[in-house]
């Protein structure tokens, strides 16, 4: 097992094979005696070389709703975030995910059912840079507002 710290690296160049987590830094006095974890979920940031599509998989748990796609610096709606332009054509499509909670409908009538959309973003024409997706999806009724959970690098 390699104990060293590697310096003089880039972090995407090592490969890390431990992760530590700290819950009792808090001082014993604050300390309620226990701490549980519910769980813990690691996310990588996914890239892409520009020019290159980005797919973007989402499911939306009723159907019927329309969605609307963009991309931005950070996870703020209110401050500015840029359209998704699609491309046209077919693309091989990857495994991209993101995941939407419900949208609720005036009646949650039985015909409602999640739905899975893909949507095809042309990174041609955006900036090098790190990139949150954000989906608006609209159900006649409500307007909703997700972020990706990890960013998307644009290389």
């Known amino acids: 097992m390699d104990n060293t710290v590697p310096q003089d690296r880039p972090w995407l160049e090592s490969h890390p094979n431990r992760m530590r987590l700290d819950p009792n830094e808090m001082m014993p006095e604050l300390s309620p005696g226990f701490i549980h974890l519910d769980w813990v979920k690691l996310t990588a940031m996914d890239e892409v070389q520009r020019g290159k599509p980005y ?13 609307r796609a963009y991309y931005d610096t950070d996870r703020n709606p209110t401050n500015g975030k840029t359209a998704v332009r699609e491309v046209s ?9 993101l995941l939407l909670p419900l949208v609720t409908r005036s009646s949650g009538g ?46």
């Open 55 to 67: 797919t973007i998989r989402f499911v939306s748990s009723e159907s019927g709703v329309s969605s």
């Open 89 to 97: 054509g077919s693309v091989e499509p990857r495994q991209h995910r």
């Open 110 to 155: 039985a015909d409602s059912r999640a739905a899975e959309e893909t949507i095809q973003w042309d990174t041609s024409g955006v900036p090098a840079g790190q990139y949150w997706i954000c989906i608006e999806v609209n159900d006649g009724l409500n307007t909703r507002t997700w972020y990706s959970e990890a960013p998307v690098i644009v290389r």
